[in-house]
């Protein structure tokens, strides 16, 4: 009956830890799904520059470490 109980306390942990809530950023169109342990931003922002009007790309964040980056 105990093992049953970690388990499902296990399981809830790992649900609160791992589930995104996603964020509408007001910088041109950028969404983050953020949880506690990690973080996806889908970039979509307006720059200064005239010629390159929009910067797009994913940044993806592990324990608040950037481990990919291709915003251009």
Not at 28 to 38: K, N, S
Not at 55 to 65: A, H
Request: aromatic fraction near 6%; charged fraction near 20%; avoid cysteine.
């Amino acid at each position: 009956m105990q093992k049953k109980t970690i388990i499902y306390i296990i399981m809830a942990i790992l649900l609160i830890l791992l589930i995104p809530i996603p964020m509408h950023l007001n910088d041109g169109g950028t969404v983050e799904y953020r949880a506690v342990l990690y973080k996806i931003s889908n970039v979509h922002r307006l720059t200064g520059n005239l010629e390159t009007m929009y910067e797009n790309g994913t940044i993806i964040e592990i324990l608040g470490i950037e481990v990919f980056d291709n915003v251009k």
